[in-house]
């Protein structure tokens, strides 16, 4: 069993910054694709950014693209996602996954097989 812990979320005024940290449990983290997802109160969940097992390859919805910046760093198990220019419409609960399969990718919750709990980034105007 895999847990996900993410940190990092709190409240921030339009235009600032935060930085997500997600820490995978396990000695597999670097072998398997992760990715970032948030969920607004009466939305449903959707992608934000996703990152293969090296790092070099990395997806991002258009929303956050040239905003946002997800990294990872494999000998910590642990994943980022650098946020700035933060706007009221990124508030939501973020979370953070590991993909069901080696070495993949997928930038759909289906293609996802572990979560973590959330942590919630609010943004005021």
């Known amino acids: 069993q895999v847990q996900l812990v993410e940190s990092g979320g709190g409240l921030v005024q339009a235009g600032g910054s935060l930085r997500l940290s997600c820490t995978a449990s396990?000695?597999?983290?670097?072998?398997?694709?992760m990715g970032w997802f948030r969920q607004a109160p009466g939305k449903e969940r959707e992608f934000v950014a996703s990152?293969?097992?090296?790092?070099?390859?990395?997806f991002y919805a258009d929303s956050v693209k040239g905003r946002f910046t997800i990294s990872r760093d494999n000998a910590k198990n642990t994943m980022f996602l650098q946020m700035s220019s933060l706007k009221p419409e990124d508030t939501a609960v973020y979370y953070c996954?590991?993909?069901?399969?080696?070495?993949?990718?997928?930038?759909?919750?289906?293609?996802?097989?572990?979560w973590g709990q959330g942590t919630q980034v609010t943004v005021s105007s």
């Open positions: 990152i293969n097992w090296s790092g070099d390859t990395t």
């Open positions: 996954a590991r993909v069901r399969g080696l070495y993949s990718t997928s930038t759909t919750t289906s293609g996802y097989e572990y």
């Open positions: 396990g000695r597999t983290f670097n072998i398997y694709g």
